[in-house]
C-alpha cells in the first residue's frame, strides 16, 4: 500500500500501464486509414484547379464578347488586328465614335498567357475569333478554349 495515496501498489501500477500511450500497431492503422482516405479524397479534388480555370477562361471570353459588341455599337466595326483588345482599354487614334473605356484592363489568360485575338475571325469571319490556348500553351489543341463552338 501506499502511504501517500492509500491505495494499493497494484492499483497504481495499473494506471501507469494505461497512460504509457499508443502502440505501434495502433499507430500503423491510424496511418493507413489516413492513407485510404487521401487516396479517395486528393483524385477528386485534384481535376478542380483545371475545372476552375477552364471556367474563369469562359467567364473573360464573355467579358471580352460584352466589350466588343459595345465597342462595334459604338464604333460600327469591331477592333482589328491582333493587338485590338487594347482598343477596348485606350482609344485608338484612327476610330470614331470610341466612348471607351470598355474594360479597365486586357487581363491574361488563367495560365498567364495573352489571349488571342483575330479580328476577322477565321471561325466567326464577320466578327472575331477570341480565344485562350489552355493549359498546354499551344494553339490548335483540344484543350484550347474559344468564343465559336469546336467540332468533334
Known sequence: MNIRTNKPLNSQLSTLNSRRGFTLIE?????????????????KFAGRTDDAR?????????????????YEVDTGSY?????GLFDLVQAPSDVQGWKGPYMKEVPVDPWGKPYVYVSPGRNNPSSYD?????????????DDITNWSKAK
Not at 474563369?56 to 466588343?68: E, M, R, V
Not at 477592333?79 to 493587338?83: A, H, L, N, R, V
Open 27 to 43: 499507430l500503423l492503422l491510424v496511418l493507413v486509414i489516413l492513407g485510404i482516405l487521401a487516396a479517395i479524397v486528393v483524385p
Open 130 to 142: 477570341i480565344y485562350s490556348m489552355g493549359t498546354d500553351g499551344r494553339e490548335g489543341t483540344e
Open 79 to 83: 477592333p482589328k488586328g491582333s493587338e
Open 54 to 70: 477552364n471556367a474563369a477562361a469562359k467567364t473573360q471570353i464573355a467579358g471580352f464578347s460584352t466589350s466588343l459588341d459595345a
